[in-house]
């Protein structure tokens, strides 16, 4: 079973509008932690935001948002305020704690359209 | 936060050459790296885990005697595509962990690869 899951292959949004960018995982561990990340067409990985499995609160870093719902193992993006320079792919990632081996199971990303 | 340094950001060989390509942590040690594949259009693959000072884990389906990895020091590891062929042309990212636990993975840049 895939452990990440991005159905959204592709979303539009017009600037300064919200966009909201899917993501469910899939995990028996207890401790585990997700990330997303901007991938610009130049390729490097920007870290955006991270979610703990037992944080309460949903995580937020300025204009990016994380809907974090435990028990409907979803993790979904929220971007306010859309800007031209958010288009990009963005990819959902999970680390599992109890496994040991610390790397990133990754989506297969959804690519974000900024229309002016 | 963290800088991850991965060269070079391109490069072009040809068939049955071998190509190495470095990433450094610049401003922590790193314990673990991590080598991912992607291809156009997809999701970043893991293809191995590398622990410095001991021997790379590579992902089932990735030979090790082909995508040789070292760790020599806490700052560096490489990758060495061997005898390289057209269907080795990939983008080649490293990720290097800082500290332990659900934190974040800082990636380098990314690496083009280009077999003619």
């Known amino acids: 079973a895939q452990k990440i899951t991005q159905t959204q292959p592709g979303m539009f949004v017009q600037e300064k509008e919200a966009v909201t960018l899917d993501c469910t995982y899939d995990?028996?561990?207890?401790?585990?932690?997700l990330f997303w990340y901007k991938q610009p067409s130049s390729g490097e990985m920007i870290f955006l935001i991270y979610?703990?499995?037992?944080?309460?609160q949903n995580a937020t870093e300025g204009r990016y948002s994380l809907n974090f719902q435990k028990a409907r193992k979803s993790a979904n993006l929220v971007i306010s305020a859309s800007q031209l320079g958010d288009s990009a792919m963005y990819f959902c990632?999970?680390?599992?704690?109890?496994?040991?081996?610390?790397?990133?199971?990754f989506g297969t990303g959804t690519r974000l359209t900024v229309i002016p | 936060g963290a800088v991850v340094s991965q060269h070079p950001s391109w490069v072009i060989c040809k068939s049955g050459t071998s190509v190495k390509i470095e990433c450094r942590s610049l401003?922590?040690?790193?314990?673990?790296m991590f080598w991912y594949r992607q291809f156009p259009k997809q999701s970043l693959m893991l293809m191995a885990t590398?622990?410095?000072?001991?021997?790379?884990?590579?992902e089932q389906g990735v030979e090790k005697d082909k995508f040789l990895i070292n760790h020599a020091s806490l700052t560096l590891s490489t990758l060495t595509v061997t005898s390289a062929h057209p269907e080795d042309s990939s983008f080649y990212i490293c990720?290097?962990?800082?500290?332990?636990?659900?934190?974040?993975?800082?990636f380098g840049q990314g690496t083009r690869l280009t077999v003619v």
């Open positions: 990720s290097a962990l800082q500290g332990v636990g659900n934190t974040e993975a800082f």
């Open positions: 995990t028996s561990d207890p401790s585990y932690g």
């Open positions: 979610q703990g499995s037992y944080d309460q």
């Open positions: 990632a999970m680390r599992e704690r109890q496994t040991g081996a610390n790397n990133l199971f």
């Open positions: 401003d922590f040690q790193a314990t673990t």
């Open positions: 590398s622990n410095e000072g001991s021997k790379a884990t590579y």
